[in-house]
């Protein structure tokens, strides 16, 4: 016969109201009584499914992901940060994808109403999404916005793109590079106009300019990438000394361009991407890039949603990124 | 205020009873009285919530993907296929990493016990685990296993991956290639097994013979198939020309040991992979391989999930695979 939380308060002697307040985690238990009742809900292997703790504390223990076409490496890495926070508070992670034009369809408010969750992520460029931030509020579902375009909507978890950038430039600059090229990214996400915000101010900082043809316009996309570099490296006698992409998928399309060119890497072309896929380790030589801390970010999402504290403290919280030097970049005419 | 069921019924003209079989998609309603019960519900906004739901119907529209550290691409389309079946019938998926070590774990037992799931996905090595499957039985939580390593311990959904590895070696026999080196993978996969079996088969087919140094055990990562590649490749007069890795990043590994010993690929050796990951299509030259369907099998080991017809029909689903011939391999001796 299953276990039940009467067995536990009986055995533990105390009230079914504190067993149910320990294993919710709730605050106002004294820390012998907290651990006599793990002890016997351990020992009698007592643990209440998702329905029923959600129905005694009106909570469903689920926090729901929304991502629109993240990258493989990107979405991974954010799962595994939300889902530890989760498992430390018994709560548990969902999926849902949503198209952008999804947002704003029947069958996507139907799948919000549905999903029940205490709290929801949501990834950029969804968080942008004012139909969506609507229904969410609507049907009182609070969130927390991962890298959102302004940081000054609520609760957001987020790192400087825009520093990251102009470090990675600086960092070109130092190496001797004054012809420096830049990919930029799917105008969509919030991220490209703050990488391209770092290039142009650290360019500006060191009182070089940029040409119109040393800047093009990619997607993200390693075919983009390869597009924009064979442009930019097409022509033998005004060819940039360096390419900075604004992601690693960018990068290894102008490392693909440079080899059917001919042009080696690093010594007549430093390369250099951002997010720090594993696609940066993959590639020959390795991609000098900006590790994202993703992983982190989706963690603090979740804490913020847990914790309920959303909406006291609807802050921007900012994470520090990383320079990553490798293989792919070197000293300007070497 | 919110919508009850009562006023679904009431006017819909029908039971609350009906109302629900409707809702949770279940057998004995006429098409017009679904149809005029889901025409009401829309008007009236009614959608009950997962707790709600689960409480009148005893499931909880909820099914879990078990996995263990699988590749960013595996993961993304195996969710990506479960998803699609889940949505298609009002079900969720949730998201529950788990190491091999950690199945015989208390923490694994609490996690099984308190996810509360109308089912669960075991992807490869998981499913393999006695352990883990025998706590999913005494829980009474159905599972469909992913790849597993025998095909007969219940529902399972797999593609034939010693057949795949056959295939491709035969394609390079028919390039003419006659020494060919081949990679193995991580032992503790079912998957290394199957392609290392098709790479004997078809040799032997051939009436070839591959010798102890052209056969190197690697762990799938990308590490340990450019150190194998360095070990099959460093002796210029005794080359294979073709190396078949059994995996896409083992694979990236012996292009990277190709570049940085100035071998030509394809023309002084060709290389092929397994899998079909996104990096396949990001290297240069880009990746014979094999394309898995396994958004195919995520979405058909939730759709046996959501049917429950597990235990009536404990078979095996076999997956079609593809194999993609891109610029990395060629005619030997071309």
Redesign the interface.
């Known amino acids: 016969m299953r276990t039940t939380i009467t067995d536990v308060a009986k055995q533990a002697g105390v009230s079914m109201k504190t067993v149910s307040r320990v294993l919710n985690n709730e605050p106002n238990v004294a820390k012998a009584t907290r651990e006599r009742v793990m002890e016997v809900a351990?020992q009698l292997d007592y643990?209440?499914?998702?329905?029923a703790?959600?129905?005694a504390s009106s909570r469903?223990y689920?926090i729901a992901l929304l991502y629109d076409n993240a990258s493989?490496?990107y979405?991974?890495n954010i799962?595994?940060g939300a889902?530890e926070a989760c498992?430390q508070q018994?709560y548990?992670?969902?999926?849902?994808?949503m198209t952008a034009a999804q947002t704003e369809s029947?069958e996507a408010e139907?799948?919000l109403?549905?999903?029940?969750v205490d709290g929801a992520i949501l990834t950029a460029p969804l968080c942008d999404l004012t139909a969506l931030r609507n229904s969410l509020t609507r049907l009182d579902i609070p969130y927390v916005a991962v890298g959102p375009q302004d940081a000054d909507e609520g609760a957001a978890v987020r790192m400087d793109d825009q520093d990251a950038a102009f470090q990675m430039v600086k960092y070109l600059i130092d190496l001797g590079h004054r012809d420096i090229g830049f990919i930029a990214g799917d105008p969509d996400h919030a991220s490209t106009r703050h990488r391209r915000a770092g290039f142009d101010a650290a360019m500006q900082d060191a009182g070089l300019h940029a040409g119109t043809d040393r800047v093009v316009q990619g997607d993200y996309t390693?075919r983009s990438g390869l597009e924009a570099a064979k442009r930019m490296l097409e022509d033998p006698t005004s060819r940039p000394t360096a390419i900075f992409a604004a992601n690693d998928?960018m990068a290894?399309?102008v490392?693909?361009a440079a080899?059917?060119l001919n042009i080696a890497v690093p010594d007549a072309l430093s390369v250099c991407g951002f997010d720090d896929t594993?696609?940066a380790?993959?590639?020959?030589p390795q991609l000098t890039t900006v590790a994202q801390p993703i992983h982190q970010m989706g963690r603090k999402a979740a804490e913020i949603l847990i914790s309920r504290d959303k909406r006291r403290d609807p802050a921007t919280h900012t994470f520090d990124y990383e320079l990553i030097i490798r293989g792919s970049t070197a000293r300007a005419g070497t």
Do not use: K
């Open positions: 351990d643990s209440p499914n998702l329905a703790r959600g129905l469903s689920l493989p490496s979405l991974t799962q595994r889902i498992r018994g548990h992670l969902l999926l849902e994808p029947e139907r799948i109403r549905r999903m029940n390693f998928d290894a399309g490392l693909s080899n059917r594993p696609i380790r993959i590639l020959w």
